[in-house]
């Protein structure tokens, strides 16, 4: 028994492994603007899933000169990170939806159809999370 086959599977697989690239290239650049010092709004409430400025100012401190947390790093964002950071920043789910996706071409089982499903609900919970960031 298959639950997907043909056009939707491939769309879908296609999509997922798409969007889990999208957001891999997103976190490494934000990474190594963190590694810089150069950690504004975007990078800490993008990483950590701490949608409201004011939150931010609350679990990392006060900002520095140009709102610039120079002395947060990617150690303490990770150890203060929110669900939605983790559905934004965690490459290892990113990964997971590439390779779901990839077995879905290989393999026709409900398994891995069920797995696809699952990095689509990740990819998407990534997605609307990240409608919810600081402009």
Same mark, same amino acid.
């Given at each position: 028994?298959? &639950?997907?086959?043909? $056009?939707?599977?491939?769309?879908?697989?296609?999509?997922?492994?798409i969007s889990?690239? /999208?957001?891999?290239? +997103?976190?490494? +650049?934000?990474? !190594?603007?963190?590694?810089? *010092?150069?950690?504004?709004?975007?990078?800490?409430?993008?990483?950590?899933?701490?949608?409201?400025? +004011?939150d931010? !100012?609350?679990?990392? *401190?006060p900002?520095?000169? #140009?709102?610039?947390?120079?002395?947060? #790093? &990617?150690?303490t /964002?990770e *150890?203060?990170?929110?669900?939605?950071?983790? $559905?934004m920043?965690?490459?290892? $789910?990113?990964w997971?939806s590439?390779?779901?996706? =990839?077995?879905?071409?290989?393999?026709?089982?409900? /398994?891995?159809? =069920? $797995?696809?499903?699952?990095?689509?609900?990740i +990819?998407?919970?990534?997605?609307?999370?990240?409608?919810?960031l600081?402009?």
């Amino acid at each position: 028994m298959t &639950l997907l086959s043909g $056009l939707p599977l491939v769309s879908i697989a296609l999509a997922v492994m798409i969007s889990a690239f /999208i957001r891999l290239v +997103q976190i490494m +650049q934000l990474r !190594q603007r963190v590694e810089f *010092g150069h950690t504004g709004v975007r990078e800490l409430a993008e990483l950590s899933g701490v949608t409201d400025p +004011q939150d931010l !100012q609350d679990v990392f *401190g006060p900002p520095g000169m #140009n709102r610039i947390w120079a002395h947060v #790093n &990617l150690a303490t /964002i990770e *150890g203060k990170r929110r669900l939605a950071g983790y $559905l934004m920043s965690e490459p290892r $789910l990113h990964w997971f939806s590439i390779a779901a996706g =990839l077995a879905a071409f290989i393999v026709s089982h409900w /398994i891995v159809q =069920l $797995l696809l499903m699952i990095a689509a609900i990740i +990819q998407s919970g990534a997605w609307l999370s990240a409608t919810r960031l600081p402009k």
